[in-house]
Nanobody, 121 residues
Framework: QVQLVESGGGLVQAGGSLRLSCAGS????????MGWFRQAPGKEREFVAT????????DYSDSVKGRFTISRDNAKGTVYLQMNSLKPEDTAVYFC??????????????WGQGTQVTVSS
């Protein structure tokens, strides 16, 4: 089993940057692909980015491509989401998840509790 804990959220002005971290426990962390999802109030959870276990394969939603970068450090058991050029519409609770590389939340087995990101205009 993998336990995930997100950190790094907060309040930032539009155009600013944040880096989210997701620390995974357990030796099996490196066996899983990792994903980031987000959920804004009143909206469904949506895919943001995913990275394969090796880090060789990444994928992004169109809404964040070119602004966000996903990466991982298997030695530290951590996955990151670097978010640049933030927009008010990026405001959401961000979740990391462990599973198979995919845009679909059903393909992920383990989820963190989420971290709030708020972008002011």
């Amino acid at each position: 089993q993998v336990q995930l804990v997100e950190s790094g959220g907060g309040l930032v002005q539009a155009g600013g940057s944040l880096r989210l971290s997701c620390a995974g426990s357990g030796r099996t962390f490196r066996n899983y692909s990792m994903g980031w999802f987000r959920q804004a109030p009143g909206k469904e959870r949506e895919f943001v980015a995913t990275i394969s276990w090796s880090g060789n394969m990444v994928d992004y939603s169109d809404s964040v491509k070119g602004r966000f970068t996903i990466s991982r450090d298997n030695a530290k058991g951590t996955v990151y989401l670097q978010m640049n050029s933030l927009k008010p519409e990026d405001t959401a609770v961000y979740f990391c998840a462990a599973g198979r590389v995919s845009r679909y939340s059903n393909d992920y087995l383990y989820w963190g509790q989420g971290t709030q990101v708020t972008v002011s205009s």
